[in-house]
């Protein structure tokens, strides 16, 4: 059995009529590179056909970057924010399109745990790093990152206040688009269940500046790192149960998500009310479970594609960035 032949630098130069040295910058993503994008396109196009693969253990040996990530993911929040599942497939592709790989680890609520996965990581050559969800021990973290000469950038609302680079779906476009959709419908006799942390309230105040909050507001207990779907599901039936009792005459509910508005749906269902004519229903995320609820159930939808480029864009970079990107509001 003859082996396969086995590519180097000079055979992906030759073919794309640049120098060896090029090539190297390209496929190792240098800072100064100062090639074409079609250069680029090209250089990587030839690379995957001749199936190139640089050798792993000499660019760590020489102390070479890897075109390594690692990306650093909160399970309870990956599981609560289903959007984001689309938004790692949308950046996952177009670093893998730029020759990067990526390590998936998920973190753990103890800072040391969090530590030492971040260090055993920079040890295999990772250096590049995204985390979706603020991690425990997160200052300590970045400080070892940022020792180590390595990138960060951080995905999320948990992460805005604390982390010099942060991409944010902005939720409060959203909400306040819900709470105009309201006003322009003339429907006063609403209430939006969140918790003490929300941005609900500012979007509340801009809307209606004038009006009473507390006549409107229906607050959630805090759930804790790990509580399941279920859990949102049934709060979101028992705070409906109990609302719907006092303010029977409720033309509008927004939840702080599509888990809680599932649990009031089915509460709203059970007791004949009929959704777009009695109730209208807002949920937010725009889940699966939402866009295919058999009952109209309205909510707000992120930006996947242009979080993922921008991810893909800036995870290598150093600079401080705070990008806030809108969401909107899905009428159904």
Sequence with gaps: MIAAKKYTLKDIAQRANLSVAAVSQILNNKANDYSSEDSKALVRRIARELNYKQ???????????????GLLIALPWLVREEHCSQIILGFTQLLNQKNYNIYWRFMSNLEQENLSLTQELIERGVGHFIFLGEPFGFP???HEIEEKKCTFLT?????????????????????????????????????????????????????????????HYIPLEETGWGDS???????????????MQKYPETQAVFYHSDYYALGGVRYLHEHGFRFGRDVIVF???????????????????????????????????????????????VIR
Excluded at 229 to 238: F, V
Excluded at 293 to 310: F, G, M, R
């Design 55 to 69: 050798a792993f253990k000499d660019k760590l040996t020489r102390g070479d970057s890897t075109n390594t990530i």
């Design 229 to 243: 779907l279920d859990l949102y599901r049934e709060i979101g039936y028992r705070k409906t149960h109990e609302f």
């Design 155 to 215: 995905y999320g609302v948990l992460t805005r206040n604390i982390s010099r680079r942060n991409i944010c779906s902005d939720s409060l476009t959203g909400s306040r688009d819900v709470f105009k959709y309201l006003q322009s419908l003339g429907i006063r006799n609403f209430k939006f269940l969140t918790n003490a942390n929300s941005n609900r309230f500012q979007a509340f105040k801009e809307v209606f500046p004038a009006v009473d909050m507390a006549e």
């Design 283 to 329: 949920g937010f995320n725009n889940t699966y479970a939402a866009r295919s609820s058999i009952v109209p159930i309205c909510s707000v939808e992120h930006d996947t594609a242009q979080i993922a480029k921008l991810i893909a864009d800036h995870v290598t970079g150093t600079e401080n960035i705070q990008i806030d990107i809108p969401t909107k509001l």
């Design 140 to 142: 300590q973290v970045v």
